[in-house]
């Protein structure tokens, strides 16, 4: 059985092996509303496996599996409910199963459009909640009314929630919210009320940054005095700031500033006007006059921080990337010598602002080098002048690629892959008729629609087609002595004869360069690219869309990866990776190496990664026994276990709520 989630897809050659093997497709769907859906995606394809096999006689392996997670059932565009009828039209099972009709959509009209799509296309619908007979009046009529009564149950739900969220905030109480420092949300009264400590902190800050303190400053003075940040083990400037510009602190919460809205099915936040906002009172730390104060130092902050050259171009701005991290590179660094000021490019997470409880310290996410913004503009023009004046030796480069026997091949493969596909759409075309003399597809208008949609796709597939077969005749004329680039490349010769601005040379760099790469060890990668604006459309171009190998690459400096230095640590790392449960940031600090090379020596092992949220719901269950004991073995509040254990107190309700179950069943 074959589960796809997190928008997971097939490639076209396991769509290819699958055809024929495949009997159905199951789908699962949980909201992001808990209030609504009271579902796990677990025990939904648990109960529709055993469905198709117990009345269907389908194996586990003639089964496809698409899991949807966080999407609204009133959403028409949610990607694996869309990915059904795409596997359906390529001929991946006959049959799809849904655990009750509310999966599918609590929208009424959704819910008869999608079932329809389904039906058009030759396929069964299946509830395993639900019997529905496709032909049966009856079952038809209490399919549509089961669908009415969903979307009256969550319209009223939602509702209500709204009711007493006015309610609560006409009686000057919160409805819930997130932390702000200096306050503790009671639960009781439902609002926020004087956190003593961190009151006592905030003023400080207020008082640090009226004598002319920065935002930096407060945050190293604050780590130093090992005071507990809000979030983490980390003070950041920019919290520092944020806090001093929240008008809260003058005594007045505003609560209904932003409204969440529903366009399609997809929740957006939007501003609500000011006028509309809800006044409740909180305690009061400053007075307005001392909060406008605070307004103009840090103003005065942030302009006196001002670069004088930030309105400088620089060559790379957007091109440049972190070869340690990846992370995007600015040129924001500065050194003043004897000759005048000198401009540094550096990765983005190495310059931000961030220190340490413990130590005080300064936080670098990133270690990688600083590189003299003269000298790597300088360097990377000359290669791109160097490739406009000889292009012989990229342009060699790519034929001898295409020309490789393995990659003949496989744009013939293509070629008759896209042959077959062509074929299957005609036929579609006549099917489409026959289910509109069957009345399946109801009006004229329908039909035309989808076979509207049917030419399109053999029109794209056509340019497809003939792209390959381009490129299979380019090889075939290789040894030919001539140069495709040829007039756009003297076209760049004329253009740079000129004397350039940097807006000029920019221009430049944008057909031609789709990303620089600033490694350590002064290596630098330059990825090339040719973009449809060029006259190169009909050759380079071409060969990448159609056989879809890696940019090429001009490597000034070769190297060995950064991992391989690191590369005796691995059993240990993957051991503190798998059981310890620790990030990779986490486990860069107890090595004292860098993050980044550990990632990469993970994904070139094929070690398999944890996603953030997978990390969280292994460390939860691991740590359930623990607090388990500790509060209901041995009688531990939850303010006891933060204080001796250092597990917070919402820490230990999620690892509760999550994994109590294990004890019930």
């Known amino acids: 059985m074959r589960v796809l989630k997190d928008h997971e897809k097939l490639d076209r050659s396991e769509i290819k092996a699958l055809i024929g093997k495949i009997r159905a497709i199951v789908y699962t769907r949980v909201s992001s509303d808990i209030q609504i859906d009271n579902y796990s995606l677990e025990s939904q394809i648990d109960v529709c496996v055993k469905e198709a096999k117990a009345k269907f006689e389908i194996n586990e392996e003639e089964i496809i599996v698409l899991r949807e997670e966080a999407e609204s059932g009133d959403n028409p565009n949610r990607p694996m409910l869309n990915y059904i009828l795409f596997l359906l039209e390529k001929g991946l099972g006959t049959k799809v199963i849904f655990l009750h009709p509310d999966r599918l959509s609590r929208h009424l009209h959704l819910q008869q459009q999608i079932t329809h799509q389904i039906w058009e296309l030759g396929c069964d619908l299946h509830f395993v909640e639900f019997d529905l007979q496709k032909g049966n009046a009856e079952s038809m009529l209490n399919y549509n009314i089961q669908g009415s009564i969903a979307q009256y149950n969550k319209a009223k739900i939602l509702a209500n929630t709204k009711r007493g969220r006015k309610t609560m905030v006409a009686n000057n109480k919160i409805p819930g919210m997130n932390r702000i420092y ?67 602190f003058m005594g007045t919460f505003y609560y209904g ?329 986490q486990i860069a600090e107890a090595t004292e190496t860098d993050w980044w090379s550990i990632k990469q020596m993970f994904k070139a092992k094929g070690a398999e990664l944890l996603s953030t949220k997978e990390r969280g719901m292994k460390r939860r269950a691991r740590d359930f026994e623990k607090i388990y004991n500790l509060h209901y073995v041995e009688g531990l509040s939850l303010t006891k276990i933060y204080k001796d254990y250092e597990l917070s107190p919402p820490y230990c309700r999620q690892v509760l709520e999550e994994n109590m179950n294990k004890i019930i069943n």
């Open 182 to 248: 200096g306050y503790t949300y009671d639960k009781d009264l439902n609002t926020l009320v004087e956190n003593e400590i961190e009151k006592e902190r905030y003023l400080i800050m207020v008082n640090m940054i009226l004598e002319g303190a920065t935002c930096s400053e407060i945050a190293r003075h604050f780590s130093k005095k090992r005071y507990a940040a809000p979030k983490g083990d980390r003070w950041y400037q920019v919290t520092i700031s944020r806090m001093l510009r929240n008008p809260v």
């Open 257 to 585: 500033k932003t409204e969440m809205v529903q366009a399609m099915g997809k929740k957006k936040k939007v501003a609500k006007p000011k006028e509309e906002w809800s006044k409740i009172s909180v305690p009061q730390y400053i007075d307005e006059t001392t909060y406008q104060r605070i307004q103009k130092c840090l103003d005065i902050n942030i302009k006196s921080s001002k670069n004088n050259n930030s309105n400088i171009e620089y060559l790379l701005r957007g091109y440049a990337r972190c070869g340690r991290c990846g992370a995007s590179v600015s040129a924001g660094v500065t050194t003043r010598t004897q000759n005048g000021l000198l401009k540094y490019y550096s990765c983005t997470r190495k310059t931000r602002k961030s220190y340490s409880v413990e130590t005080g310290e300064s936080n670098k996410l990133c270690l990688g080098e600083n590189w003299r913004v003269d000298m790597v503009d300088s360097l990377i023009w000359s290669e791109v002048l160097r490739l406009i004046d000889n292009p012989k030796t990229i342009i060699d480069k790519m034929l001898e690629r295409i020309s490789d026997v393995s990659k003949v091949k496989e744009l013939e493969r293509n070629r008759d892959d896209i042959g077959k596909l062509i074929k299957d759409k005609e036929s579609s075309k006549a099917r489409y008729i026959d289910l509109y003399a069957e009345c399946i597809i109801k009006s004229k208008e329908d039909l035309s629609i989808k076979l509207e949609r049917a030419d399109t796709e053999i029109s794209e597939l056509n340019i497809e087609l003939s792209l390959i077969t381009d490129n299979l005749e380019l090889n075939k004329r290789q040894n030919k002595n001539t140069s495709p680039g040829g007039p756009l490349l003297k076209k760049y010769q004329n253009i740079i004869n000129n004397e350039l601005q940097m807006k000029d040379a920019r221009k430049l760099m944008s057909i031609l360069v789709d990303k620089i790469v600033l490694h350590d060890n002064k290596r630098i990668e330059i990825f090339y690219k040719f973009t449809a604006e060029s006259d190169l459309i009909l050759s380079y171009n071409d060969v990448y869309d159609s056989i879809n190998f890696d940019k090429l690459k001009w490597v000034l400096e070769s190297s060995a990866p950064k991992w391989k230095e690191i590369e005796h640590m691995y059993p240990r790392m993957l051991k503190m990776y798998n059981e310890d449960l620790l990030s990779f940031e």
